[in-house]
């Protein structure tokens, strides 16, 4: 916020803790107490902004402004993490080869900028966190359907601060960026081959020019910086070493077999510590005499404009940014149109409420009773998420609609019975870390209230404390003698009431605090829901998509067919390790490992080409 631009980069090998230390654990145990540094920086930031508005208070809105942006970059194509509507475009992300990405342009002004990135205003630490879920919700459902891109991908979670000065009107502007970087050790994989060979090229690319982009730019003698080599690196063009502050977290495994890797990301550490940065601040050029012209030219383009909605009968547009009291206007019609009986969102609450009452009946009626651990549905958590799982069914049935096109008349309840299984087999440890999830929010919302009732009590004491020391007579009117609020006898009410305050004082900041956790074990609660049903719904599909190869191989034939016997010849060929290297691992571990796992998968490969190749790839890289 004092106008430099920062970066925070985590580096190591696949499995080593990156992710964990930006973004946080998954939903369970400690994961308020072990967040991650992207949601502490939000807090962090948002504290820094209420203790700087108090200490401006009167000097005319707010001066700093926070923007947030998430961007995840993979294969060097770049995506949006806040402007992803779920699965449908996590299949047309182009991760695959399809839709293209984000383009990216040089402003003489801005710098680098990224061509439609969603940069939402962000106005709490409440906001900043519900857009942090959202990117990393995003990142979740990406990653289930395109088979764990998350270690192969680099995923940078950006702030975006304007920062104006009230005194002499100056305006700077900051980034700080959280980098969650691709698993190092591809850099070493010379094995590999077809899709890994590839991410395994653009990850090594992206990282020596990484190293070679910081060294270049610490150097006096430069003569040219190659930061236009990759994406990453420009991306992060005015937010790496020279002028900047830069921070590396090397996370290392420590075992004995990954020695190697150990080795490697602790050489690559030491390099990248031997740049020196001068930081500079970023101040903007603007100056009084610019504001204004620019103001005026502003005015007059918004009376033209409403000029123009007169002549073609357009009424009502508003071309001012609302105010706050707007906002919350514009905030609670909103959530009237959601709330409405017709509107997507009511009707998928409906749906879920009506699943978790025949979840519940069922539960009721079935001895024994199934583990707290599979007791999943909970309607409450659309109202925490920002990205309801609704955008991924048409139907607004939580993601069951693309049920339908696989498995045709099941009803409700087969898709119940559906979910029962997911929860039991493949999905068990998600399930399990969102039972943790919402044990956690029951355990936190009794100690707010107990809390809250000793805040009570402390209120009340205090309450008659002074209106005792004000009659400067004890133990009469408003309290009888023995009554929890009554002085004790031989304490000097004046020092009592002094501790009561300092008691409530205390008792309150603890409460904030459990607020604060409180709304982010919500969140994760969300975060665990959101993956639970994205892993089902693709877990269906995947079902669904084996029913239809056997149904094809039946009726023996077709062009569908000729498609799943290239599958097949694939699968054989990792299979038999023909395909070699990485492929081979897989397969050779999924054949060890899969008798003893899963009986049905085990005898799928013995009758090559009633298993879908997603399944084996997925399967596959579980194994791994
Ligand atoms: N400090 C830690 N304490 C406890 N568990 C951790 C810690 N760091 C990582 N883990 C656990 O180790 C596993 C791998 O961590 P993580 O996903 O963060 O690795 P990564 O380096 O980001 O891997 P990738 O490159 O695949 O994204 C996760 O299950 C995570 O919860």
């Known amino acids: 916020m004092a106008g430099f631009n920062a970066t925070l980069l985590t580096y190591g090998q696949t499995g080593a803790g990156k992710t964990y230390t930006t973004f946080g654990p998954p ?217 900047c502050t830069t921070l590396m977290i090397a996370c290392i495994w420590p075992h004995l077999s990954h020695l190697d890797q150990s080795l490697s990301t602790l050489k690559f550490a030491a390099r990248m510590q031997t740049v020196r940065n001068k930081p500079t601040v970023n101040e903007s050029k603007t100056n009084n005499v610019a504001s204004v012209k620019l103001l005026r030219q502003i005015k007059n383009l918004k009376e033209e404009l409403a000029f123009h909605d007169i002549i073609s009968g357009r009424s009502g547009i508003l071309y001012e940014e609302p105010d706050g009291k707007e906002m919350t206007d514009i905030k609670d019609r909103t959530e009237q149109v959601m709330m409405s009986p017709t509107s997507d969102a009511y009707l998928q609450k409906k749906q879920m409420k009506e699943m978790e009452e025949m979840e519940e009946e069922r539960r009721a009626r079935s001895v024994p009773r199934a583990s707290p651990a599979m007791v999943m549905i909970d309607n409450n958590n659309y109202s925490t998420g920002r990205t309801p799982p609704a955008k991924r069914g ?39 870390l969102l039972g943790q999830a919402k044990l956690q929010i029951k355990t936190k919302k009794a100690e707010i209230k107990n809390l809250t009732n000793d805040i009570n009590y402390q209120k009340d004491r205090i309450d008659f ?43 309150m900041e603890t409460l904030t605090e459990n607020k604060e956790e409180l709304k982010f074990l919500q969140h994760q609660r969300a975060q665990s829901f959101n993956s639970l049903i994205a892993a089902f719904d693709s877990w269906l599909k995947m079902k669904g998509e084996e029913e239809v190869v056997e149904g094809v191989e039946e009726r023996g034939g077709g062009e569908a067919a000729a498609d799943l016997d290239y599958d097949r010849e694939e699968a054989n060929d990792w299979k038999r390790g023909e395909a070699g290297g990485e492929n081979r691992e897989y397969a050779d571990e999924y054949y060890n490992e899969s008798p003893r796992a899963n009986p049905r998968e085990a005898a799928a490969w013995g009758q090559p080409g009633t298993i879908p190749i997603e399944l084996i790839r997925s399967t596959a890289v579980k194994c791994h």
Not at 398 to 422: M, N, S, T
Not at 469 to 488: I, N
């Open 27 to 243: 939903a369970g145990a400690s994961a308020y107490k072990e967040r991650g540094l992207a949601a502490r920086a939000i807090a962090g930031a948002f504290e820094e902004i209420n203790r700087y508005k108090t200490v401006n208070e009167g000097g005319g809105g707010t001066p700093i402004e926070v923007r947030l942006s998430c961007i995840e970059i993979y294969n060097e194509s770049v995506f949006d993490l806040l402007g992803f509507s779920g699965e449908d475009d996590a299949k047309d992300s182009g991760r695959d080869g399809g839709v293209p990405s984000l383009s990216l342009f040089e402003s003489p002004t801005a710098g680098v900028q990224i061509r439609g990135l969603k940069m939402p205003l962000v106005n709490s630490a409440e906001e900043g966190l519900n857009l942090l879920f959202e990117s990393q919700m995003n990142r979740a459902i990406a990653e289930h359907q395109l088979n764990d891109a998350s270690s192969r991908s680099h995923c940078i979670f950006t702030f975006h601060f304007t920062v104006r000065n009230p005194e002499n009107n100056k305006v700077t502007s900051s980034k700080f960026n959280i980098v969650d970087l691709a698993g190092s050790e591809k850099m070493v994989k010379t094995e590999a081959v077809g899709k890994v060979q590839r991410e395994s090229n653009y990850i090594n690319k992206s990282l020596s020019f990484l190293e070679q982009v910081v060294i270049a730019l610490a150097s006096k003698s430069r003569d040219h910086v190659p930061y236009r080599q990759t994406k990453l690196t420009h991306v992060l063009k005015d937010s790496l070493g020279g002028n």
């Open 394 to 432: 048409a139907g607004g049935d939580g993601g069951l609609a693309e049920l339908r096109p696989y498995l045709g008349g099941k009803d409700v309840l087969e898709k119940q019975a559906e979910f029962d299984a997911f929860k039991r087999g493949a999905g068990k440890s998600q399930a399990i």
């Open 465 to 507: 404390l002074m209106s005792q020391l004000r009659d400067s007579s004890f133990g009469a009117g408003a309290s009888s003698p023995g009554s929890p609020t009554s002085p004790r006898a031989g304490e000097d009410p004046a020092k009592q009431l002094k501790l009561a305050k300092k008691a409530y004082r205390s008792k």
